[in-house]
């Protein structure tokens, strides 16, 4: 595309959020760099009005986030200049179909700075469970009295394993985060090899055997139909009494009618930030169980965060702007690995 005509952009995403992905300054920057009308947010390409169909005919970049529409044959009916998609969040598993990559539309993605916040969250999960924060808590709530040296004796973050399953966005960005403390970082990813662990600075273990060492147990793995209930009765049935399991991925990576017997025996903490259903039924043990610390999806960019995002899209905007190629993009052969 010629930096000599500036590219024509379109939202399409919940008008929701644009004011903390785009607040004004980064909306001026986006609009030197691009034709875009603030105020113009297309919900639909099948029927769009009068003014957004005139608007997505002209488009060469759709701007998308939280609540687009899905991505198909009536996006390219609506958009025949469509060229790039800029992603405003995550995955675009749900998003994309297959027909607009098959068309040359090239999809852009802000999941690494996504996973930021959420490999923070984990981070604060994993030292916060070494230290059994949670469980003393609620303890200190029942007793007013600090817990003696014996109870805290098996406490501490010295030596902890955390055994950290897929090497995703999350999963790496984790691993980076680990690396100045006191612990033994395992992995288990079936596409990592040996030098690549030992790069990442992990030692490498297959799934049972990383389920079998670690005293906390953390999900990064993508949602594919080769990992719904990746960790099955068996399989949770491996991690050690007393073992805590972090999941900030997706519920369906976890059998959850064999984590609820285990955790409703008391012999395994979890902390979900995700769940399968989501959000879980009124009437589930599992937000009153005093060994599960339960949290609404709220890892991922929140408030604040999503300006991080949305400084990723003006920056691809930028690149596409000036014919270079994106620094964010999604392939559609990336799907069947990634989230």
Same mark, same amino acid.
């Given at each position: 595309?010629?930096?000599?005509?500036? +590219?024509?952009?379109?939202?399409?995403?919940?008008?929701?959020?644009? /004011?903390?992905?785009? /607040?004004?300054?980064?909306?001026?920057?986006?609009?030197?760099?691009?034709?875009?009308?603030?105020?113009?947010?297309?919900?639909?390409?099948?029927? /769009?009005?009068?003014?957004?169909?005139?608007?997505?005919?002209e488009a060469?970049?759709?701007?998308?986030?939280?609540?687009?529409?899905?991505?198909?044959?009536?996006?390219?009916?609506?958009?025949?200049?469509?060229?790039?998609? !800029?992603?405003?969040?995550g995955s675009v598993r749900s998003l994309v179909g297959a027909a607009l990559w098959n068309h040359g539309v090239t999809?852009?993605?802000?999941?690494?700075?996504?996973?930021? +916040?959420?490999?923070?969250?984990?981070?604060?999960?994993?030292?916060?469970?070494?230290?059994?924060?949670?469980?003393?808590?609620?303890?200190?709530?029942?007793?007013?009295?600090?817990?003696?040296?014996a109870e805290t004796a098996p406490v501490g973050n010295v030596g902890r394993r955390v055994g950290v399953i897929g090497a995703s966005r999350v999963g790496r960005r984790l691993l980076e985060l680990l690396r100045p403390f006191d612990f033994e970082v395992l992995l288990y990813d079936p596409y990592v090899n040996p030098a690549e662990a030992a790069e990442l600075?992990?030692? !490498?273990?297959?799934?049972?055997?990383?389920?079998?060492?670690?005293?906390?147990?953390?999900l990064h793995a993508p949602d594919i139909p080769e990992t719904r209930h990746l960790l099955d009765r068996a399989r949770l049935g491996l991690i050690r009494d007393g073992g805590v399991l972090i999941n900030t991925s997706r519920g369906a990576l976890v059998d959850h009618s064999a984590l609820t017997d285990d955790l409703l025996s008391g012999r395994l903490q979890a902390i979900l930030d995700v769940t399968e259903p989501e959000p879980l039924p009124a009437?589930?043990?599992?937000?009153? !169980? /005093?060994?599960?610390?339960?949290?609404?999806?709220?890892?991922?960019?929140?408030g604040n965060e999503l300006e991080r995002l949305g400084r990723v899209v003006v920056d691809e905007l930028e690149r596409v702007a000036a014919g270079l190629p994106l620094a964010h993009e999604i392939h559609h052969a990336d799907l069947a690995r990634t989230a």
């Open positions: 595309m010629s930096s000599a005509q500036p +590219p024509v952009a379109v939202f399409a995403l919940d008008p929701v959020h644009l /004011p903390l992905l785009f /607040p004004a300054a980064l909306m001026t920057r986006l609009g030197e760099v691009a034709r875009i009308d603030p105020s113009l947010v297309v919900r639909d390409f099948a029927g /769009p009005g009068r003014e957004a169909a005139h608007a997505l005919a060469d970049v759709l701007i998308t986030g939280w609540g687009s529409p899905r991505l198909g044959t009536e996006t390219l009916a609506a958009m025949p200049r469509l060229r790039t998609v !800029l992603h405003a969040a999809v852009s993605s802000a999941v690494t700075a996504n996973a930021v +916040p959420v490999a923070e969250y984990t981070l604060a999960m994993i030292l916060l469970a070494g230290k059994d924060a949670f469980a003393l808590r609620e303890r200190f709530r029942r007793s007013h009295a600090h817990p003696s040296a600075g992990v030692r !490498l273990l297959p799934l049972e055997e990383l389920l079998r060492l670690s005293d906390i147990v953390s009437d589930s043990p599992l937000y009153t !169980l /005093p060994n599960v610390f339960l949290t609404p999806h709220v890892a991922g960019s929140l």
